[in-house]
């Protein structure tokens, strides 16, 4: 799995960001494809999530709920984290990744991680 996180920057509060996410390995064909982040000095945070599976049917954490959108091309081959509305404490590293949800929580299924992308917001 080789996971390549794209699309950081710096913007100011209450812009935009798009974030994509290329995997040359297995990611896409997992049951949750998943955007996470870490602030400096913070956990990894999941933050968002799409099921293959399932039609329509997504996770958000409450941090980001109604300002990010997760989606997927599958064709492409691509997952996509559009970013609205930015705050500064949406300041972080971010990446994609397999997850599962347990206990209401976002986590990683499988401990792979790609560089990831930096989003900072002033």
């Known amino acids: 799995v080789q996971l390549v996180e794209s699309g950081g920057g710096s913007v100011q509060a209450g812009g935009s960001l798009r974030l994509s996410c290329t995997d040359s390995?297995?990611?896409?064909?997992?049951?949750?494809l998943s955007w996470f982040r870490q602030a400096p000095g913070n956990k990894r945070e999941g933050i968002a999530g799409?099921?293959?599976?399932?039609?329509?049917?997504?996770y958000y954490a409450d941090s980001v709920k109604g300002r990010f959108t997760i989606s997927l091309d599958t064709a492409k081959k691509t997952l996509y984290l559009e970013m609205n509305d930015l705050k500064p404490e949406d300041t972080a590293m971010y990446y994609c990744?397999?997850?599962?949800?347990?206990?209401?929580?976002?986590?990683?299924?499988?401990?792979?991680w790609g560089q990831g992308t930096q989003v900072t917001v002033s």
């Open positions: 799409i099921y293959t599976t399932v039609s329509d049917t997504y």
């Open positions: 390995g297995e990611l896409m064909s997992e049951r949750l």
């Open positions: 990744a397999a997850g599962v949800v347990v206990n209401g929580n976002l986590i990683s299924l499988r401990n792979k």
